[in-house]
């Protein structure tokens, strides 16, 4: 079964850092890219970057409202992707979701990310 | 930076049809947006449902549709069942990113 699995989500003030996780299987981890999209609560999708395959040398590119604040990396020895996020921000609060390939064709379950004192 | 705009909600009878629209303020959307859709039911996770603007996941229903209408992206639903009462999402390829738009809520009555 292709799967995709969030973890990492939590509390964290203002100001604080935060990595989070998506471990894939069911499929060629190392050979997609993987995204990472947010939604506040109550609003729409946001997509917040990708982490391009070994065949594109890992090409990272992000969401203008994120760039230089949060980073993308992967290990495609435990098939799992990372996002960490820096200087968070009340804004910053959302269900953050992982979801592979260009056509984000599979999406993980998300994991709540709350900013707040 | 470019902004997507979706219409933000259509009513549509069961076993009507109804056509969603995607527009780019940069202009007229092509093929080269690599437009893509996705269903959202409320407590869920997104599903793909239409990639490259025409193009079928395995799982996609035969009642979805992509094509380009009018200089934008578009989503058809025929034969809309209860079930496809959903927010729908596209998302572009535009400058290095990729966008969402704003979602439209697909009400069944």
């Known amino acids: 079964e292709v799967q995709l699995v969030n973890s990492g989500g939590g509390l964290v003030q203002p100001g604080g850092s935060l990595k989070l996780s998506c471990a894939g299987s069911?499929?060629?981890?190392?050979?997609?890219?993987m995204n990472w999209v947010r939604q506040a609560p109550g609003k729409g999708l946001e997509w917040v970057g990708r982490i391009r395959s070994t065949a594109n040398n890992y090409a990272t590119e992000y969401g203008a409202s994120v760039k230089g604040k949060f980073t993308i990396s992967r290990d495609d020895s435990k098939n799992t992707a990372y996002l960490q996020m820096n200087s968070l921000k009340s804004e910053d609060t959302a269900v953050y979701y992982c979801?592979?390939?260009?056509?984000?064709?599979?999406w993980g379950q998300g994991t709540m990310v709350t900013v707040s004192s | 930076q470019t902004v997507v705009t979706q219409e933000p909600s259509l009513t549509v009878s069961p076993g009507g049809t109804v056509t969603l629209t995607c527009a780019s303020s940069t202009g007229a959307v092509t093929s080269g947006y690599y437009p893509n859709w996705f269903q959202q039911k409320p407590g869920q996770a997104p599903r793909a449902l239409i990639y490259?603007?025409?193009n079928k996941h395995p799982w996609t229903p035969a009642r979805f549709s992509g094509s380009l209408l009018g200089g934008k992206a578009a989503l058809t639903l025929s034969g809309v069942q209860p079930e496809d009462e959903a927010e729908y999402y596209c998302l572009l390829y535009s400058g290095g990113a990729l966008i969402f738009g704003g979602g439209t809520k697909v009400t069944v009555l």
């Open positions: 490259s603007t025409t």
């Open positions: 069911g499929f060629s981890f190392s050979g997609s890219s």
């Open positions: 979801a592979t390939g260009d056509a984000l064709d599979i």
